[in-house]
């Protein structure tokens, strides 16, 4: 069964590229360790598109970003010297601890045209490791364990579900499942975790008493129950969620349980104390001052 129904509303990120914004929601600040959870697109990308489409350099701190694409490619530089292009299917997990800096940029959808389409998902690190050293994995579609069932398909992209495991480093105890369902295609979520939540990327199911989650919408599971969903056509959805590792305060890109850390990072951004992306440190997004 739901306890809530939160559907997205739109932010820009950058000039002409709009999200869907699921988390946080004045209805729900986290799931488990996740704080954010932004639906990317389906945006079309032209050959020669705008580099204003691009994220530029910006900086983290107190969490790992999740960037994981249905379609289109991405490509990640930040300040360990990594370059990295995501393609479908595939995880970038970048841990940010005590600080990073990275961009995203549409250089592949430059070149040849593409239709982004995917999601980024913040997590909040646990205090012990808010301040760890950063890192940056990635991991190929092939390395990540799948399941399926009768009409049902599904990836595990992070952490432990139904006796799975990803190969994905993690702090804490957490789940993030891609699910593809063909219409009439049932599944049945068990309450393995405190806090769980599906986010309908495409398509709609139905609980069985009757109630319909529509493409934008995520529902919040009640804890220990059962709940069975059932897609009433081709639908696309993302299983996630965790233990909760306690109350997190945002600014902009940071995340922590100190409000004196957060605004130690601000001042570090707004002097340009932190490092640039190797390969792309002509340009940064500025400290929001509102």
């Known amino acids: 069964m739901l306890d809530k129904i939160i559907s997205r509303r739109t932010s ?3 000039e002409g590229f709009e999200v869907g914004r699921i988390l946080p929601s004045r209805h729900q600040r986290m799931v488990g360790p996740f704080i954010f959870l932004d ?9 020669g598109a705008s580099l204003d489409l691009d994220v530029k350099p910006h900086p983290h701190i107190g969490l790992s970003t999740v960037t994981y694409l249905f379609s289109g490619a991405i490509t990640h530089r930040d ?7 995501i393609q479908p299917g595939e995880v970038n997990w970048m841990v940010a601890g005590r600080g990073i800096t990275h961009s995203e940029r549409m250089e592949y959808g430059r070149r040849q045209g593409m239709t982004l389409h995917g999601l980024q998902a913040w997590v909040a690190l646990p205090t012990e490791f808010e301040e760890v050293e950063p890192a940056f994995h990635h991991f190929a579609r092939e390395e990540l364990p799948g399941f399926q069932s009768d009409g049902m398909v599904a990836k595990l992209i ?10 994905v480093p993690i702090h804490s105890p957490l789940f993030y499942v891609h699910m593809e369902m063909e219409p009439d295609a049932s599944y049945q979520v068990n309450s393995e975790y405190s806090e769980q939540a599906v986010y309908i990327v495409s398509g709609q199911v139905e609980l069985v008493d009757g109630t319909k989650l529509d493409a934008g919408q995520m529902g919040i599971l009640k804890q220990k129950s059962l709940t069975s969903l059932h897609a009433t056509q081709k639908t ?6 965790g233990e909760p590792v ?3 305060f945002i600014h902009w890109n940071f995340v922590s349980s100190s409000k004196e850390r957060l605004e ?3 001042d570090d951004w707004r ?8 390969g792309d440190d002509q340009a940064y997004v500025p400290l929001p001052e509102r």
Do not use: C, N, Y
């Open 12 to 14: 820009e990120i950058a």
């Open 39 to 47: 639906h990317m697109g389906p945006l079309d990308v032209e050959v």
């Open 79 to 85: 300040s360990l010297g990594v370059e990295q292009e």
């Open 158 to 167: 992070a952490g432990a579900f139904e006796g799975f495991r990803s190969p």
């Open 236 to 241: 696309t959805l993302v299983l996630f969620g």
């Open 246 to 248: 306690g109350e997190r």
């Open 264 to 266: 130690k990072a601000k």
């Open 271 to 278: 002097h340009q104390r932190m490092k640039l992306p190797d």
